[in-house]
């Protein structure tokens, strides 16, 4: 029998810490900010909508089959089921391609291994259609598979009929490849070599958005949990969010420490109802919030972006290829300099693409002055000023 160890929790340590608000994962600095002042948390059970077996297993392999730059975290959803600006959308959406489909017409999305999967309508036609006249050029095949590549942002896709898969860095081709196989088979699944793991996803199902060792409500108590899945549920206007804990024993399950943090949580606080309950050596914590803004009207664009570097004249030229067209108000360019932090989004250079168009759609391009420092250009969706989805990361070497 194969499991997680203690250590391996402790190498997944959480980068971001997470709230639940509005039916989306916000990041924040803590989450154990004091709640307003008289409120407390209403704890009470939960009536969490039943979820469905965990199909998404199939494109997750075990972890000695992972590129070596690729943690183990893995997010999974059913595209048509999710509101429009739900974190779910954004992480899938944001950093992919168009691929001929949009992406609410797909049955089910998988990122594992560095591999995004949709499956659903889609097929060899399709997906040539969406990538004739972009910087995506044929690469064979693989298998089943009908490849194609690029090396401005390096990126891979591999479609056969009813499934396209989208990788990008170094180690693209590797990711796809990894992807194909265990889809077919062909390799191990992670939930057949591990244990725990099994277990989680067991307990976890199919929800409209889920996602397994990575983020979730960054408490304290729960940093030593040998796998931590999280799932997220919309129904009208209501917006479920349940994150679970899997312990070494059912003693080490620290429950009263998990509803200590939670009373001095503002985001347990906001809520309309918290659960927190014990089944086994698995801690599950529910929450439920009504009347939130998950049925805002905007959504992450899909776009195939392409990025020319011109050092002679001291250019970037950015490149709307194809996908959907998008407010130019909506969209932000932002440089990384030599030295400077590489986490979070750096100082926005201003919304350039409004000075040029009202909508930016196939076709158009801005011209961005970099300089000898200059190492990475950004382009992202920013509708409102607390809401980002990074749409494209050009480096310059």
């Known amino acids: 029998m194969k499991r997680n160890t203690p250590a391996d929790a402790l190498s997944r340590r959480r980068v971001l810490s997470s709230v639940v608000a509005a039916g989306a994962i916000s990041v924040a600095g803590c989450t154990t900010t ?50 429009p600006g739900t974190i779910g959308r954004g992480l899938f959406v944001g950093p992919s391609d168009y691929l001929g489909t949009d992406f609410d017409e797909y049955e089910r999305a998988v990122a594992a291994g560095g591999a995004f999967v949709f499956e659903g309508s889609t097929g060899p036609d399709v997906v040539a259609d969406a990538l004739d006249g972009t910087g995506y050029e044929p690469a064979g095949s693989y298998e089943s598979y009908t490849l194609y590549d690029r090396d401005d942002t390096p990126r891979a896709v591999a479609v056969t009929d009813g499934a396209v898969i989208w990788a990008q860095g170094e180690n693209r081709h590797r990711s796809i490849e990894v992807a194909a196989d265990v889809g077919a088979g062909r390799i191990d699944r992670r939930h057949e070599t591990d244990d725990d793991f099994e277990a989680m996803t067991n307990a976890m199902g199919t929800n409209d958005f889920d996602i397994i060792d990575g983020l ?24 479920y969010f349940r994150s679970q804990h899997l312990f070494e024993s059912a003693e080490s399950v620290p429950e009263e420490s998990i509803k200590r943090e939670l009373r001095a949580s503002e985001t347990a606080v906001r809520a309309e109802a918290v659960d927190v309950r014990t089944e086994g050596r698995r801690v599950i914590i529910e929450t439920r919030t009504d009347g939130s803004d998950i049925g805002v009207d905007w959504r992450t664009p899909q776009i195939t972006w392409g990025a020319d570097h011109d050092p002679d004249s001291g250019t970037v030229t950015l490149r709307h290829e194809a996908g959907h067209p998008v407010d130019a108000e909506a969209l932000v360019v932002s440089k990384r300099e030599t030295g400077a932090s590489n986490s979070g989004f750096p100082e926005a250079d201003g919304r350039q693409f409004a000075e040029a168009y009202d909508t930016v759609e196939p076709g158009d391009t801005l011209e961005v002055t970099v300089g000898e420092s200059t190492v990475s250009v950004f382009v992202s969706f920013r509708p409102s000023e607390h809401r980002t989805s990074r749409l494209l990361t050009y480096n310059l070497s």
Do not use: C, K, M
């Open 34 to 83: 004091l709640p307003p002042l008289g409120q407390r948390v209403r704890f009470g059970r939960i009536d969490f909508p039943p979820s469905d077996p965990p199909a998404y297993r199939r494109w997750i392999p075990t972890r000695s089959a992972l590129p070596e730059d690729h943690a183990a975290a893995t997010h999974a959803a059913r595209p048509g089921t999710l509101p």
């Open 216 to 239: 979730d409500l960054g408490l304290e108590s729960t940093a030593d949990a040998l796998v931590t899945g999280t799932s997220h549920a919309y129904r009208e206007d209501t917006a």
